[in-house]
């Protein structure tokens, strides 16, 4: 049994103007150990997905729909009180920023021991105890003294490491880390990751890495799902993803990656805006940005199709390959579409 499957996930957010669906039927598990990572670009679900598993929504959004299980535990509909249970102490996060994560008037060990306490059975001397060594661990100098600090007396970089530190306090099975090295300087970004790297492996948790870069995704994960306008349009190995891209949106993404071959050239980036949201068209949503669209991407979406045990991709494109190269059975539904 995966530590957490998640099921045809729906996630809306009623407005004035209508309902947003932002996390659009997502499915995927997490195993123990695990690094998976969530690409797309802003808008495209993959914080909303984080936030949906963790119950953090903001008062206008509500699951409508689907599974999220916990150690074969359902999540969804569970009370505060469960809730509560699950956050901090099983399933932990990183947000982008830790300047909105950590309260300015308190200071960072007041704000680390508060979540032990709260989460584990640990006295305030253990607790401190507790603080001091997860500092240390996150290659924290001066601990001690650190815990004395607020956030301000701190660098960006060493306000990220006790984020870290406090996500990490109570030694939670999952550690969902929501895009933690965008507010950072490059060089920082690297320590974070290889902190973040070596931690995983020494404490063999899983982790869930939201992000836009893919740099990042290269670098960390063992298993990626990219999203685009809500929904899950390529998912596979990190190997897969990056050297067999199988739908167009993947291709756009990977096309729009400075490398040393391109140096020099200029970027191809993918062109027009993400969909609206509350107007979502009857077929693939990347269709209008799409160069290799055909007639049946604009009246209907591509299921999910199997490219090999390691990669599955909702494009039609691959269905227009197979046909042509008669690798690929489709239905007779499919067949009538193809050539309308």
């Known amino acids: 049994m995966s530590l957490l499957e998640v099921k045809n996930l729906q996630t809306s957010f009623f407005t004035d103007a209508g309902e947003v669906k932002a996390v659009n039927g997502i499915s995927f598990n997490l ?16 914080s909303v997905t984080a936030y949906s598993i963790m119950q953090i929504l903001a008062s206008t959004g509500k699951i409508v729909g689907g599974s999220i299980k916990l150690d074969g535990e359902e999540l969804v509909g569970a009370g505060e009180k469960t809730m509560r249970k699950v956050r901090g102490n099983k399933i932990s996060i990183i947000f982008q920023d830790p300047m909105t994560s950590l309260n300015p008037t308190h200071t960072i060990g007041h704000q680390i021991m508060e979540a032990i306490v709260l989460h584990t059975d640990r006295n305030k001397k253990e607790a401190y105890n ?11 100098n001066e601990p001690e003294k650190r815990m004395k600090q607020y956030p301000h007396e701190l660098s ?64 960390l994960c063992d298993e990626v ?21 199988r739908h167009e949106y993947t291709k756009g993404l990977m096309n729009s990656i400075p490398t ?18 509350l107007n979502m068209p ?10 290799a669209a055909m007639k049946i991407c604009i009246k209907s979406r591509a299921e999910h199709m199997l490219i090999n045990e390691d990669h599955m991709a909702a494009c039609w494109m691959n269905v227009k390959k197979g046909i ?3 690798t690929i059975e489709i239905s007779e539904k499919n067949n009538e579409e193809e050539e309308n």
């Open 156 to 219: 960006g970089g060493m306000r990220q490491r006790v984020v870290i530190a406090m996500a990490l306090a109570c030694e939670p099975d999952i550690l969902i880390a929501d895009e933690p090295t965008t507010a950072l300087d490059v060089t920082i970004q690297a320590q974070i990751l290889d902190l973040m790297t070596s931690l995983q492996k020494e404490l063999g948790m899983a982790i869930i890495m939201i992000t836009h870069d893919l740099g990042v995704v290269a670098q």
């Open 260 to 277: 040393t071959n391109t140096f020099g050239q200029k970027l191809r980036p993918i062109t027009g805006t993400p969909i609206d949201l």
């Open 324 to 326: 042509e190269e008669g």
């Open 282 to 291: 009857e077929g693939c949503p990347f269709a209008p940005r799409c160069d």
């Open 130 to 140: 507790r603080a001091v060594e997860m500092l240390r661990l996150v290659n924290i």
């Open 31 to 46: 195993e123990r150990g695990k690094v998976l990572g969530i690409v797309g670009e802003s808008g495209s679900g993959k």
């Open 225 to 245: 799902i990219v999203m685009y306008a809500g929904s899950i349009c390529e998912q596979g190995s990190a190997d897969e993803i990056f050297y067999n891209p």
